[in-house]
Protein backbone atom coordinates (compact mmCIF):
# COMPACT_ATOMS: atom_id res chain seq x y z
CA UNK A 1 0.00 0.00 0.00
CA UNK A 2 3.03 2.32 0.45
CA UNK A 3 4.05 1.90 -2.79
CA UNK A 4 1.35 4.07 -4.63
CA UNK A 5 1.28 6.60 -1.56
CA UNK A 6 2.28 10.04 -2.40
CA UNK A 7 1.54 11.13 1.26
CA UNK A 8 4.51 8.46 2.24
CA UNK A 9 7.05 9.09 -0.87
CA UNK A 10 6.55 12.81 0.35
CA UNK A 11 7.31 12.13 4.12
CA UNK A 12 10.26 9.94 3.41
CA UNK A 13 11.68 13.10 1.13
CA UNK A 14 10.90 15.21 3.97
CA UNK A 15 12.57 12.41 6.48
CA UNK A 16 15.60 12.22 4.76
CA UNK A 17 16.65 16.07 4.47
CA UNK A 18 15.70 16.44 0.67
CA UNK A 19 15.15 20.38 0.16
CA UNK A 20 11.76 21.52 -1.60
CA UNK A 21 13.43 22.80 -4.47
CA UNK A 22 14.77 19.41 -5.61
CA UNK A 23 11.52 17.54 -4.16
CA UNK A 24 10.24 19.53 -7.35
CA UNK A 25 12.23 17.99 -9.36
CA UNK A 26 10.65 14.46 -8.67
CA UNK A 27 7.37 15.78 -9.42
CA UNK A 28 8.42 16.84 -12.81
CA UNK A 29 10.35 13.31 -13.50
CA UNK A 30 6.89 11.52 -12.53
CA UNK A 31 8.81 9.96 -9.23
CA UNK A 32 5.72 10.46 -6.82
CA UNK A 33 5.55 7.24 -4.81
CA UNK A 34 7.81 4.83 -4.01
CA UNK A 35 7.19 2.42 -6.77
CA UNK A 36 7.57 4.96 -9.41
CA UNK A 37 11.30 6.05 -8.14
CA UNK A 38 12.08 2.32 -8.11
CA UNK A 39 11.91 2.09 -11.89
CA UNK A 40 13.60 5.18 -12.52
CA UNK A 41 16.78 3.68 -13.81
CA UNK A 42 17.88 0.29 -15.25
CA UNK A 43 20.43 0.67 -12.21
CA UNK A 44 19.85 -2.48 -9.61
CA UNK A 45 21.22 -2.59 -5.95
CA UNK A 46 23.85 -4.34 -5.69
CA UNK A 47 25.39 -3.52 -9.15
CA UNK A 48 29.32 -3.01 -9.39
CA UNK A 49 28.62 -0.24 -12.37
CA UNK A 50 26.23 2.96 -11.12
CA UNK A 51 26.62 4.76 -13.76
CA UNK A 52 22.78 4.59 -15.36
CA UNK A 53 21.79 5.82 -11.83
CA UNK A 54 24.21 8.95 -11.66
CA UNK A 55 23.22 9.88 -15.18
CA UNK A 56 19.29 8.76 -14.60
CA UNK A 57 18.86 10.27 -10.69
CA UNK A 58 21.78 11.95 -9.54
CA UNK A 59 22.40 14.86 -11.99
CA UNK A 60 18.75 15.86 -13.13
CA UNK A 61 18.17 15.98 -8.93
CA UNK A 62 21.11 17.63 -7.58
CA UNK A 63 22.71 18.99 -10.84
CA UNK A 64 25.84 17.43 -9.55
CA UNK A 65 27.07 13.69 -9.00
CA UNK A 66 28.89 14.41 -5.90
CA UNK A 67 25.93 16.10 -4.09
CA UNK A 68 26.18 15.83 -0.25
CA UNK A 69 22.72 14.06 -0.44
CA UNK A 70 23.90 11.62 -2.98
CA UNK A 71 24.00 9.28 -0.11
CA UNK A 72 20.40 9.90 0.95
CA UNK A 73 19.24 9.75 -2.35
CA UNK A 74 20.88 5.99 -3.25
CA UNK A 75 19.20 4.72 0.39
CA UNK A 76 16.07 5.62 -0.94
CA UNK A 77 16.06 4.34 -4.07
CA UNK A 78 16.97 1.64 -2.69
CA UNK A 79 13.79 1.36 0.12
CA UNK A 80 12.06 1.83 -3.02
CA UNK A 81 13.44 -1.27 -4.68
CA UNK A 82 13.22 -3.64 -1.71
CA UNK A 83 9.33 -1.96 -1.24
CA UNK A 84 8.55 -3.01 -4.66
CA UNK A 85 10.43 -6.41 -4.10
CA UNK A 86 8.69 -7.42 -0.54
CA UNK A 87 5.09 -6.11 -1.97
CA UNK A 88 5.04 -8.06 -4.86
CA UNK A 89 6.12 -11.49 -3.05
CA UNK A 90 3.03 -10.47 -0.46
CA UNK A 91 0.88 -9.87 -3.19
CA UNK A 92 1.92 -13.41 -4.66
CA UNK A 93 2.20 -15.56 -1.07
CA UNK A 94 -0.96 -14.18 0.34
CA UNK A 95 -4.12 -16.21 1.40
CA UNK A 96 -7.89 -15.25 2.59
CA UNK A 97 -6.71 -16.07 6.07
CA UNK A 98 -3.96 -13.55 6.62
CA UNK A 99 -4.90 -10.23 8.40
CA UNK A 100 -5.45 -7.32 6.12
CA UNK A 101 -2.45 -5.00 5.38
CA UNK A 102 -2.26 -2.19 7.91
CA UNK A 103 -2.07 1.24 5.82
CA UNK A 104 0.92 3.62 6.41
CA UNK A 105 -0.05 6.43 8.70
CA UNK A 106 1.26 9.06 6.36
CA UNK A 107 -1.27 7.92 3.76
CA UNK A 108 -3.95 6.76 6.19
CA UNK A 109 -3.83 11.20 7.68
CA UNK A 110 -3.83 11.87 4.27
CA UNK A 111 -7.24 10.43 3.48
CA UNK A 112 -8.76 10.98 6.78
CA UNK A 113 -8.44 14.65 6.70
CA UNK A 114 -9.07 14.95 2.57
CA UNK A 115 -12.93 13.26 3.71
CA UNK A 116 -12.90 15.36 6.81
CA UNK A 117 -12.15 18.65 4.79
CA UNK A 118 -15.22 17.48 2.22
CA UNK A 119 -17.68 16.13 4.57
CA UNK A 120 -18.40 19.94 5.52
CA UNK A 121 -20.98 20.17 9.02
CA UNK A 122 -19.71 16.37 10.11
CA UNK A 123 -17.35 16.09 13.22
CA UNK A 124 -15.47 12.89 12.17
CA UNK A 125 -14.58 12.23 15.71
CA UNK A 126 -16.18 10.11 18.53
CA UNK A 127 -18.78 7.71 17.22
CA UNK A 128 -18.50 9.09 13.42
CA UNK A 129 -14.70 7.80 13.41
CA UNK A 130 -13.69 4.60 11.82
CA UNK A 131 -11.36 2.26 13.41
CA UNK A 132 -7.93 1.85 11.67
CA UNK A 133 -9.42 -2.14 11.63
CA UNK A 134 -12.37 -1.31 9.78
CA UNK A 135 -10.61 1.41 7.00
CA UNK A 136 -7.73 -1.65 6.47
CA UNK A 137 -10.50 -4.35 5.62
CA UNK A 138 -11.48 -1.72 2.83
CA UNK A 139 -8.57 -1.03 1.58
CA UNK A 140 -8.04 -4.54 1.55
CA UNK A 141 -10.54 -5.05 -0.26
CA UNK A 142 -9.68 -2.32 -3.11
CA UNK A 143 -6.33 -3.64 -3.07
CA UNK A 144 -7.91 -7.12 -4.06
CA UNK A 145 -10.39 -5.60 -6.73
CA UNK A 146 -13.20 -8.05 -5.14
CA UNK A 147 -16.15 -6.44 -3.07
CA UNK A 148 -17.16 -8.42 -0.24
CA UNK A 149 -19.75 -7.28 2.16
CA UNK A 150 -19.00 -5.84 5.64
CA UNK A 151 -20.92 -7.28 9.04
CA UNK A 152 -22.18 -4.39 10.71
CA UNK A 153 -20.56 -5.66 13.74
CA UNK A 154 -17.13 -4.55 12.13
CA UNK A 155 -18.14 -1.11 11.39
CA UNK A 156 -16.38 -0.01 14.65
CA UNK A 157 -14.90 3.11 16.01
CA UNK A 158 -11.80 4.44 17.14
CA UNK A 159 -12.43 4.79 20.37
CA UNK A 160 -12.89 1.05 21.12
CA UNK A 161 -9.48 0.80 19.92
CA UNK A 162 -7.85 2.89 21.66
CA UNK A 163 -9.09 1.49 24.67
CA UNK A 164 -7.05 -1.88 24.02
CA UNK A 165 -7.23 -5.07 22.20
CA UNK A 166 -6.44 -8.54 23.57
CA UNK A 167 -4.34 -10.77 21.35
CA UNK A 168 -5.13 -14.04 20.54
CA UNK A 169 -3.18 -17.33 19.71
CA UNK A 170 -3.67 -19.81 18.10
CA UNK A 171 -2.51 -22.84 15.80
CA UNK A 172 -4.14 -22.88 11.86
CA UNK A 173 -2.38 -24.32 8.88
CA UNK A 174 -0.48 -22.21 6.42
CA UNK A 175 -0.13 -22.45 2.48
CA UNK A 176 1.73 -25.44 2.49
CA UNK A 177 -0.48 -27.36 4.99
CA UNK A 178 2.23 -26.89 8.01
CA UNK A 179 0.42 -26.39 11.07
CA UNK A 180 2.07 -22.80 12.92
CA UNK A 181 1.09 -20.61 15.91
CA UNK A 182 -0.53 -17.30 14.41
CA UNK A 183 -1.26 -14.31 16.56
CA UNK A 184 -4.03 -12.06 15.64
CA UNK A 185 -5.96 -9.45 17.31
CA UNK A 186 -9.49 -9.80 19.09
CA UNK A 187 -10.78 -6.80 17.88
CA UNK A 188 -13.86 -5.17 19.14
CA UNK A 189 -17.15 -4.95 17.71
CA UNK A 190 -19.68 -2.81 17.16
CA UNK A 191 -22.40 -1.68 19.42
CA UNK A 192 -25.62 -2.01 17.84
CA UNK A 193 -27.93 -1.62 20.50
CA UNK A 194 -30.05 1.11 19.07
CA UNK A 195 -31.51 2.51 15.96
CA UNK A 196 -28.89 5.33 16.29
CA UNK A 197 -26.21 3.60 17.43
CA UNK A 198 -26.77 1.26 13.65
CA UNK A 199 -27.20 3.88 11.80
CA UNK A 200 -23.87 5.73 13.14
CA UNK A 201 -22.32 2.04 12.44
CA UNK A 202 -23.44 1.76 9.10
CA UNK A 203 -22.01 6.05 8.26
CA UNK A 204 -18.63 4.43 9.38
CA UNK A 205 -18.37 1.51 6.92
CA UNK A 206 -19.65 4.43 4.33
CA UNK A 207 -16.79 6.34 5.53
CA UNK A 208 -14.49 3.70 5.41
CA UNK A 209 -15.49 2.86 1.66
CA UNK A 210 -14.66 6.54 0.60
CA UNK A 211 -11.33 6.01 2.65
CA UNK A 212 -10.71 2.63 0.57
CA UNK A 213 -11.22 4.51 -2.55
CA UNK A 214 -14.19 2.45 -3.79
CA UNK A 215 -16.96 4.52 -2.95
CA UNK A 216 -18.27 8.18 -2.31
CA UNK A 217 -19.82 8.49 1.34
CA UNK A 218 -22.78 10.12 -0.41
CA UNK A 219 -23.36 7.02 -2.49
CA UNK A 220 -23.28 4.95 0.37
CA UNK A 221 -25.88 7.07 2.60
CA UNK A 222 -28.70 5.87 -0.16
CA UNK A 223 -28.40 2.35 1.08
CA UNK A 224 -28.18 3.53 4.61
CA UNK A 225 -31.44 5.93 4.23
CA UNK A 226 -32.99 3.20 2.24
CA UNK A 227 -32.59 0.23 5.19
CA UNK A 228 -33.42 2.87 7.62
CA UNK A 229 -36.62 4.82 6.23
CA UNK A 230 -38.14 0.96 5.57
CA UNK A 231 -37.21 -0.23 9.51
CA UNK A 232 -39.32 2.90 10.29
CA UNK A 233 -42.01 2.63 8.22
CA UNK A 234 -45.25 2.29 9.84
CA UNK A 235 -46.76 -1.31 8.55
CA UNK A 236 -50.14 -1.96 7.17
CA UNK A 237 -53.03 -2.96 9.58
CA UNK A 238 -52.06 -6.89 10.23
CA UNK A 239 -48.16 -6.49 9.21
CA UNK A 240 -45.34 -6.70 11.69
CA UNK A 241 -43.23 -3.93 11.56
CA UNK A 242 -39.41 -4.59 9.36
CA UNK A 243 -37.48 -6.89 11.88
CA UNK A 244 -33.41 -6.32 11.75
CA UNK A 245 -33.18 -9.53 10.13
CA UNK A 246 -34.90 -8.56 6.91
CA UNK A 247 -32.71 -5.21 7.14
CA UNK A 248 -29.76 -7.45 7.52
CA UNK A 249 -30.65 -10.18 4.52
CA UNK A 250 -31.17 -6.49 2.88
CA UNK A 251 -28.12 -5.47 3.28
CA UNK A 252 -26.14 -8.61 2.07
CA UNK A 253 -28.44 -9.02 -1.09
CA UNK A 254 -27.38 -5.83 -1.78
CA UNK A 255 -23.67 -6.72 -1.52
CA UNK A 256 -24.19 -10.02 -3.30
CA UNK A 257 -26.14 -7.80 -6.37
CA UNK A 258 -23.18 -5.15 -6.63
CA UNK A 259 -20.62 -8.47 -6.29
CA UNK A 260 -22.66 -9.73 -9.77
CA UNK A 261 -22.17 -5.81 -11.61
CA UNK A 262 -18.67 -5.64 -10.83
CA UNK A 263 -16.81 -8.43 -11.62
CA UNK A 264 -14.37 -6.67 -13.37
CA UNK A 265 -13.46 -5.02 -10.35
CA UNK A 266 -14.09 -1.84 -8.01
CA UNK A 267 -11.51 0.01 -8.32
CA UNK A 268 -11.69 3.62 -10.08
CA UNK A 269 -11.25 2.88 -13.93
CA UNK A 270 -9.17 5.29 -16.25
CA UNK A 271 -11.63 8.07 -16.39
CA UNK A 272 -11.98 8.24 -12.63
CA UNK A 273 -15.86 6.43 -11.87
CA UNK A 274 -16.30 4.35 -9.68
CA UNK A 275 -18.03 0.56 -10.53
CA UNK A 276 -19.67 0.03 -6.77
CA UNK A 277 -21.52 3.76 -7.12
CA UNK A 278 -23.52 2.59 -10.71
CA UNK A 279 -24.05 -0.84 -9.31
CA UNK A 280 -25.80 0.36 -6.14
CA UNK A 281 -27.79 2.91 -7.80
CA UNK A 282 -28.68 0.11 -10.11
CA UNK A 283 -29.87 -2.81 -7.92
CA UNK A 284 -30.77 -0.45 -4.88
CA UNK A 285 -34.47 -0.86 -6.13
CA UNK A 286 -34.61 -3.88 -8.04
CA UNK A 287 -37.88 -6.29 -7.29
CA UNK A 288 -35.23 -9.16 -6.02
CA UNK A 289 -34.07 -6.81 -3.03
CA UNK A 290 -37.74 -5.04 -2.62
CA UNK A 291 -39.05 -8.78 -1.50
CA UNK A 292 -36.55 -8.69 1.63
CA UNK A 293 -37.88 -5.41 2.65
CA UNK A 294 -41.83 -6.74 2.58
CA UNK A 295 -43.67 -6.46 6.05
CA UNK A 296 -44.80 -10.03 7.61
CA UNK A 297 -48.05 -10.49 8.29
CA UNK A 298 -48.92 -10.28 12.02
CA UNK A 299 -50.21 -14.02 12.24
CA UNK A 300 -47.34 -15.60 9.95
CA UNK A 301 -45.31 -18.54 11.93
CA UNK A 302 -42.11 -16.57 10.83
CA UNK A 303 -43.54 -13.32 12.23
CA UNK A 304 -44.55 -14.43 15.16
CA UNK A 305 -41.91 -16.24 16.35
CA UNK A 306 -39.20 -15.27 18.95
CA UNK A 307 -36.81 -18.15 18.24
CA UNK A 308 -36.42 -17.35 14.76
CA UNK A 309 -33.31 -15.27 12.91
CA UNK A 310 -34.13 -12.06 14.74
CA UNK A 311 -37.26 -9.81 14.51
CA UNK A 312 -39.19 -11.59 17.53
CA UNK A 313 -37.46 -10.27 20.50
CA UNK A 314 -36.71 -6.49 18.96
CA UNK A 315 -40.60 -6.67 17.80
CA UNK A 316 -42.19 -7.77 21.31
CA UNK A 317 -39.69 -5.15 22.72
CA UNK A 318 -41.29 -2.24 21.07
CA UNK A 319 -45.06 -3.29 20.84
CA UNK A 320 -45.11 -3.98 24.79
CA UNK A 321 -46.08 -0.90 26.70
CA UNK A 322 -44.25 -1.36 29.66
CA UNK A 323 -41.07 -2.57 28.56
CA UNK A 324 -38.48 -0.04 29.55
CA UNK A 325 -35.79 1.87 27.24
CA UNK A 326 -33.12 -0.22 28.57
CA UNK A 327 -34.80 -3.32 27.98
CA UNK A 328 -35.77 -2.81 24.36
CA UNK A 329 -31.93 -1.70 24.07
CA UNK A 330 -30.88 -5.14 25.23
CA UNK A 331 -33.79 -7.04 23.10
CA UNK A 332 -32.39 -5.28 19.91
CA UNK A 333 -28.93 -6.24 20.29
CA UNK A 334 -30.10 -9.34 21.08
CA UNK A 335 -32.15 -10.06 17.63
CA UNK A 336 -29.38 -8.63 15.52
CA UNK A 337 -27.20 -11.21 17.40
CA UNK A 338 -29.20 -14.29 16.72
CA UNK A 339 -29.69 -12.52 12.95
CA UNK A 340 -26.09 -12.62 12.38
CA UNK A 341 -25.26 -15.88 13.99
CA UNK A 342 -28.34 -17.73 12.84
CA UNK A 343 -28.67 -19.45 16.45
CA UNK A 344 -31.28 -22.15 17.21
CA UNK A 345 -33.96 -22.40 19.95
CA UNK A 346 -32.64 -24.62 22.66
CA UNK A 347 -35.46 -26.94 22.66
CA UNK A 348 -36.80 -29.82 20.59
CA UNK A 349 -39.38 -28.44 17.90
CA UNK A 350 -40.46 -32.24 16.89
CA UNK A 351 -42.11 -32.24 20.92
CA UNK A 352 -43.07 -28.73 20.79
CA UNK A 353 -45.56 -29.79 17.90
CA UNK A 354 -46.81 -32.31 19.91
CA UNK A 355 -45.28 -34.64 16.98
CA UNK A 356 -45.38 -38.13 18.00
CA UNK A 357 -42.49 -40.89 17.35
CA UNK A 358 -42.40 -44.36 17.35
CA UNK A 359 -40.06 -46.82 20.23
CA UNK A 360 -37.15 -45.10 22.10
CA UNK A 361 -37.67 -41.46 19.92
CA UNK A 362 -40.65 -40.79 21.54
CA UNK A 363 -39.91 -41.29 24.74
CA UNK A 364 -37.07 -39.38 24.37
CA UNK A 365 -38.47 -36.30 23.32
CA UNK A 366 -39.19 -33.18 25.21
CA UNK A 367 -39.12 -29.55 25.66
CA UNK A 368 -36.62 -27.90 27.08
CA UNK A 369 -33.15 -28.73 28.66
CA UNK A 370 -33.08 -31.17 31.49
CA UNK A 371 -33.35 -29.46 34.99
CA UNK A 372 -30.55 -29.45 37.68
CA UNK A 373 -31.70 -31.24 40.13
CA UNK A 374 -31.84 -27.87 42.38
CA UNK A 375 -34.15 -26.75 39.82
CA UNK A 376 -36.77 -28.94 39.55
CA UNK A 377 -39.72 -27.14 39.48
CA UNK A 378 -38.77 -24.36 38.12
CA UNK A 379 -38.67 -22.82 34.19
CA UNK A 380 -35.93 -23.44 31.41
CA UNK A 381 -37.38 -20.99 29.88
CA UNK A 382 -39.39 -17.17 29.78
CA UNK A 383 -42.73 -16.83 28.66
CA UNK A 384 -41.12 -16.01 25.21
CA UNK A 385 -39.11 -18.89 24.30
CA UNK A 386 -35.49 -17.35 25.79
CA UNK A 387 -33.56 -19.65 27.70
CA UNK A 388 -32.15 -19.00 31.05
CA UNK A 389 -28.64 -19.58 32.96
CA UNK A 390 -28.66 -22.09 35.21
CA UNK A 391 -25.72 -21.48 36.73
CA UNK A 392 -27.09 -17.80 37.53
CA UNK A 393 -29.97 -19.00 39.39
CA UNK A 394 -27.48 -21.65 41.13
CA UNK A 395 -24.17 -20.86 42.55
CA UNK A 396 -23.16 -18.20 40.27
CA UNK A 397 -22.42 -18.28 36.08
CA UNK A 398 -18.42 -18.29 35.52
CA UNK A 399 -19.16 -16.01 32.26
CA UNK A 400 -17.23 -13.10 32.86
CA UNK A 401 -18.51 -9.35 31.51
CA UNK A 402 -21.65 -10.54 31.40
CA UNK A 403 -24.20 -8.10 34.03
CA UNK A 404 -28.48 -9.80 35.45
CA UNK A 405 -30.56 -8.97 32.70
CA UNK A 406 -28.05 -10.20 29.78
CA UNK A 407 -27.38 -13.16 28.29
CA UNK A 408 -24.44 -15.60 27.94
CA UNK A 409 -23.42 -18.56 26.11
CA UNK A 410 -25.89 -20.91 28.28
CA UNK A 411 -29.19 -18.37 28.46
CA UNK A 412 -30.54 -15.04 30.18
CA UNK A 413 -29.40 -13.99 33.51
CA UNK A 414 -32.95 -13.23 34.92
CA UNK A 415 -34.92 -15.66 37.49
CA UNK A 416 -36.02 -19.02 36.72
CA UNK A 417 -39.28 -19.63 39.17
CA UNK A 418 -42.39 -19.64 36.69
CA UNK A 419 -44.01 -16.33 36.12
CA UNK A 420 -41.08 -14.16 37.44
CA UNK A 421 -38.41 -14.13 35.00
CA UNK A 422 -37.17 -10.68 36.12
CA UNK A 423 -33.38 -9.40 36.94
CA UNK A 424 -32.43 -11.58 39.89
CA UNK A 425 -31.20 -14.90 40.66
CA UNK A 426 -33.54 -17.73 41.85
CA UNK A 427 -32.02 -17.01 45.53
CA UNK A 428 -32.88 -13.37 45.76
CA UNK A 429 -36.23 -13.24 44.25
CA UNK A 430 -39.26 -11.92 46.69
CA UNK A 431 -41.48 -14.24 45.10
CA UNK A 432 -40.42 -17.16 47.29
Known amino acids: MALDSAAVFSARLEAIGIEQEHRVKFAEKGWNTMGDFAFSSSYTPGQADDTAFITKVITPIFGVADHPKTA ?42 KLKSRLIGMNLVGQLECSHALVDKCVQMAED ?43 PKADLGSDLLLKYALQRRGMAFEQALIMKFE ?24 SLDQLLRTDKEIFRRMAEETRGG ?25 MFLLPMPATSPSAASSSGVGGGAAQQAAQAPAASRKAAKRARAEALRLASEKAEAPY ?61 DRGWHLCCRPGCFQEHSLAQCPKK
Not at 100 to 109: A, G, H, Q, S, V
Not at 231 to 242: C, D, E, F, H, K
Not at 266 to 273: K, L, R
Request: charged fraction near 30%.
Open 72 to 113: ALRRLFYDAFTCVAAGMKSKLERTDDDAPKRLPLEERTARYE
Open 145 to 187: NILRHVPWEDCTMRQQELEGVKKVKEWRPDALGHMKEKVHPDN
Open 219 to 242: VHELLVDRLLCEYLRTPPAGYRVI
Open 266 to 290: IVADAMGSLPLEAALKKVLYEPGVQ
Open 348 to 408: DQAAKRGDKGKGRGAAAARVGPRMPQALIGMAAMTDDNRPLCFNFNLAGCPSTGVVVGQRC
